[in-house]
């Protein structure tokens, strides 16, 4: 290698170029460590002749995958790659077109609805302004915010239409949600302990996780949570519980709780300020009508969700089991931790895809309109390798995951205690606790 | 209400972020090359003759930025721009635009760039020494100046009589006697050789003030003789394309702001290989003249693809580099 050009003057050793320049490792340009990329290395390529380690949970439930050999579950990665290289090669001009037109459609609907809105006086108008509002906020979140935020278009070059510039009508600043969305959930996808989305640190939904007596009330926070889901999901990506207890540190914790009340104030101005303030007469009945469409939005979209991954019969992984994890299994236990959502044209659309939530977390970036075209190609792995593939309609998913909110408020059964009595030991446990809790406080004060 | 739902009703509207354009008619020139006629967004804010435009178009859902002489004169009553392309072999762009771009398209554009225009005070004798289509920035200055020019002569060079691009315009041109026009044919006259035609075709070369844009091997050659002749300050040159030198060593690219880590070979711009691993990259002309793609290497080395110059960043700096001409020469940390 010859070297034409004078270092650059501020570099200030002065042999770096000629001594430094042919080395990789543990030079000077070397970078640091990837923040990101690091933890998700092992699951860039598929491996042979690794062995096959199986990771009991605590509750001893069967591991689906026991019967498949590490050779079995490299070549089902490898035929999953196929799939997805085969969508990808084929993206093109009736793609960008189809993305386009789903973005031209809710803005236009958008427009119309809180046009219509500005009548809101008039029964009928707020009627009709309200269910086009509620759909475009349910197309705005679900089809395009959630799919572009994963970079599902990037490949288009349109700044626009990109993972890194796209904004939602959501009072999450896209920006953290995809840091618990796309970074944490797609990452850890079901494995206990390292993926909240599983029950959202609210809620219990599995057997392998630990009962509390707080869960008792779980269906009721389920419920509210859904009704206010979009705020849900703004406290939890701004990891609140981190803020408040400080265990985030400030200097990182003031940036995003900044970014988070700005976006809050934007949404809240516009849907309960300035819309009604341009409805005049109609002030109070637009105001409401933003408010019912937020809600109907927030049901709808935290209906699709708890389908996504809590339904009955998608497995959870032990805390340890990723360790090592191959492309392979990675594939795996995406296919085993989520559920699809069978149904028309209108269901996949409305639900974002999301309806397809198995192909969705086996191939994130894949332009949401081409999940229906590999799901069947995807159903046939499955059930050739003997896994399973849960699906079914959206009321028997949602009643599914909604049964195991309420089964899951109560402790398991234990040899030789019913749930009631664990139930009522862990009353009085509580009861002590606190009592000696009060105590210990009147102590202090007395000294 | 939000920009964007403006952009989706209107994209030429003021204040549309990026400029955009709609393409109104395609008129082809030759077998091979087309001019586009472009209405541009309301915030186009105008051009001298001899300037290029960036262009962003899709195809195949992609965007693709490249840039062209804008060759449209200045008083037109529709306000239109048109730029000519021609179709090279295997170029994804200009094939789209020769052979299946559509009125009613919208594209992209960047505002009017570029220092390759005549003087306020117009030079009294001119050359102008074009090849294929390097006519494109002459013929923009043409159209709009070739009265306030006494004295022109052009000389073109295309492979044959059927490939010049404007051939019944420059020969009008020349026939009403607005300038001396010299067509070389190469497949039938060979190549242009400056050091023994140029005497004998303008004769007084030395005392012209020329403006100079074709093939890369062209350029050198002129950019060699006036440099020669010490007249070089004459010579006004525009390049269109960048030629690249043998592969270096290529490395590890950090993106420090995204966290996206790529692995470069030493033989390919960093802006192609980013873009490949879905990182949205600033990049405009993909040659090295617009400076749209230039980001900071806080560490590291990258080489430039034109020269071979090897430029160096200690941590702490902020070198602006041009990504789309600069490969990495070992591992580097660029800030984006």
């Given at each position: ?8 003057p501020v ?16 030079s000077?340009?070397?970078p ?16 042979d002749?690794?062995?096959r ?9 069967p591991d689906?995958?026991?019967?498949l050999s ?5 070549a ?10 085969t969508v990808?090669?084929s993206?093109?001009?009736?793609d960008a077109?189809y ?18 809105l ?9 009627l ?7 759909v ?9 915010g959630h799919?572009?935020?994963h970079g599902?278009?990037d ?10 510039t796209?904004?939602?009508d959501?009072?999450?600043p ?8 796309n970074e944490t959930?797609h990452?850890?996808t ?7 989305d ?6 219990r939904?599995?057997?392998?996780q630990p009962?509390h007596?707080?869960?008792l ?13 979009e705020?849900?999901?703004?406290s939890?990506d701004?990891k609140l ?14 940036p ?13 101005l516009?849907?309960?300020l ?13 105001m409401?009508?933003?408010f ?11 209906g ?5 991954h ?8 032990a805390?340890?089991s990723?360790?090592g994890e191959?492309r ?6 995406q296919?085993?931790g ?18 397809h939530q198995i192909?969705?977390?086996l191939?994130?970036?894949l332009?949401s309109?081409r ?12 059930q050739?390798y003997?896994?399973?593939?849960v ?6 998913q949602l009643a599914?995951?909604?049964a ?9 059964k234990e ?10 030991s ?7 606790a ?5 105590a ?6 007395l000294? | 209400?939000?920009?964007d ?6 994209p ?15 008129h ?5 090359a ?19 435009l ?8 992609v965007r693709q930025?490249r840039?062209?002489?804008l060759?449209s004169?200045l008083d037109?009553?529709?306000g239109?721009?048109?730029?000519t ?5 295997d170029?994804?762009?200009?094939n789209h ?7 009613g398209t ?9 220092d390759?225009?005549?003087?306020t ?6 050359l102008f020494?074009?090849?294929?289509s ?6 923009g ?13 052009m ?23 607005l300038?001396r026009?010299?067509e070389?044919h190469t ?10 035609d140029l ?13 100079a844009c074709g093939?890369?091997?062209m350029?050198?050659?002129c950019e060699?003789h006036?440099s020669?002749a ?19 060593e290529?490395g ?5 702001k ?11 711009p960093?802006?192609?290989v ?13 040659m090295?003249?617009c400076?749209?793609?230039v ?10 693809l ?28 660029i800030?984006h």
């Amino acid at each position: 290698m010859t070297l034409v050009a004078e270092p650059h003057p501020v570099a200030t050793d002065p042999t770096m170029p000629s001594e430094r320049s042919g080395q990789r490792a543990g030079s000077a340009f070397a970078p640091p460590a990837p923040p990101v990329d690091a933890r998700v290395n092992p699951h860039l390529r598929l491996v042979d002749g690794k062995e096959r380690v199986l990771h009991p949970k605590p509750s001893g439930r069967p591991d689906p995958t026991a019967h498949l050999s590490a050779a079995d579950i490299e070549a089902l990665g490898r035929e999953l790659d196929a799939i997805r290289q085969t969508v990808m090669d084929s993206r093109g001009a009736d793609d960008a077109a189809y993305i386009r037109k789903v973005i031209a459609f809710n803005r236009y609907l958008e427009l119309t609805s809180r046009a219509i809105l500005l009548f809101s006086l008039f029964p009928p108008a707020w009627l009709v302004g309200t269910a086009g509002l509620s759909v475009a906020k349910i197309i705005d979140n679900m089809e395009l915010g959630h799919n572009i935020l994963h970079g599902q278009w990037d490949w288009m070059r349109d700044p626009k239409i990109h993972s890194t510039t796209w904004e939602w009508d959501h009072v999450t600043p896209a920006a953290q949600w995809k840091e618990s969305h796309n970074e944490t959930h797609h990452t850890y996808t079901n494995v206990l302990g390292r993926d909240n989305d599983l029950g959202y640190g609210i809620m219990r939904v599995d057997a392998d996780q630990p009962w509390h007596l707080a869960n008792l009330g779980q269906p009721l926070y389920s419920f509210i949570n859904a009704l206010f889901f979009e705020w849900g999901i703004a406290s939890y990506d701004l990891k609140l519980h981190d803020v408040i207890t400080g265990k985030m540190p400030r200097e990182e914790s003031k940036p995003r709780v900044d970014a988070m009340l700005t976006k809050m104030r934007r949404q809240v101005l516009k849907d309960y300020l300035i819309h009604p303030l341009l409805s005049g007469p109609s002030f109070f009945p637009t105001m409401g009508a933003n408010f019912v469409a937020t809600i109907i939005r927030n049901l709808w979209s935290n209906g699709v969700i708890l389908c996504g991954h809590f339904p009955f019969g998608v497995d959870t992984f032990a805390y340890d089991s990723i360790e090592g994890e191959t492309r392979g299994e990675w594939y795996v236990r995406q296919m085993l931790g989520s559920a699809n959502i069978s149904g028309g044209w209108l269901v996949h659309f409305m639900s974002g895809n999301l309806s397809h939530q198995i192909e969705h977390h086996l191939f994130p970036d894949l332009p949401s309109n081409r999940y229906a075209q590999v799901a069947p190609q995807v159903r046939e792995i499955c059930q050739r390798y003997g896994l399973h593939y849960v699906t079914g309609s959206y009321p028997r998913q949602l009643a599914s995951a909604w049964a195991k909110v309420f089964v899951y408020a109560l402790p398991d059964k234990e040899p030789d205690r019913s749930r009631g009595q664990i139930v009522a030991s862990a009353v009085k446990d509580a009861f002590v606790a606190g009592k000696a809790k009060r105590a210990a406080k009147r102590a202090a004060k007395l000294a | 209400m939000p920009a964007d739902t403006l952009d989706v009703i209107n994209p030429l509207r003021p204040g549309a972020d990026p400029l955009a354009g709609r393409i109104e008619r395609i008129h082809l020139e030759t077998a091979d090359a087309a001019t586009v006629f472009i209405k541009p967004g309301a915030d186009w804010s105008g051009h001298i003759p001899g300037q290029y435009l960036r262009f962003g178009i899709d195809i195949g859902g992609v965007r693709q930025w490249r840039t062209y002489s804008l060759t449209s004169r200045l008083d037109r009553p529709d306000g239109l721009l048109t730029i000519t392309t021609k179709a090279i072999p295997d170029g994804l762009v200009s094939n789209h635009v020769v052979r299946d771009l559509r009125p009613g398209t919208l594209v992209h554009l960047g505002q009017a760039e570029g220092d390759f225009v005549l003087p306020t005070a117009r030079p009294d004798k001119v050359l102008f020494l074009t090849g294929g289509s390097g006519i494109t920035p002459v013929m923009g200055m043409l159209r709009n100046h070739i009265a306030e020019l006494p004295d022109v002569v052009m000389i073109h060079s295309a492979p044959t009589a059927r490939d010049v691009i404007f051939a019944t315009e420059l020969r009008e041109l020349a026939a009403t006697g607005l300038m001396r026009l010299v067509e070389l044919h190469t497949d039938t006259d060979g190549m242009l050789d400056l050091a023994v035609d140029l005497d004998r075709l303008v004769p007084d070369w030395r005392e012209r003030e020329v403006w100079a844009c074709g093939p890369a091997g062209m350029l050198d050659a002129c950019e060699t003789h006036w440099s020669t002749a010490e007249l070089r300050e004459r010579l006004h040159v525009e390049r269109f394309r960048t030629h690249l030198h043998a592969a270096g060593e290529g490395g590890t690219v950090t993106f420090t702001k995204t966290g996206t880590i790529v692995e470069a070979d030493g033989g390919r711009p960093i802006l192609e290989v980013a873009e490949e691993a879905g990182m949205l990259m600033p990049h405009g002309c993909r040659m090295g003249i617009c400076y749209q793609c230039v980001l900071p290497l806080r560490d590291g080395a990258v080489r430039d693809l034109r020269t071979g110059e090897v430029t160096y960043a200690a941590p702490g700096d902020g070198v602006a580099i041009q990504t789309c001409v600069s490969a990495a020469a070992g591992a580097c940390e660029i800030e984006h």
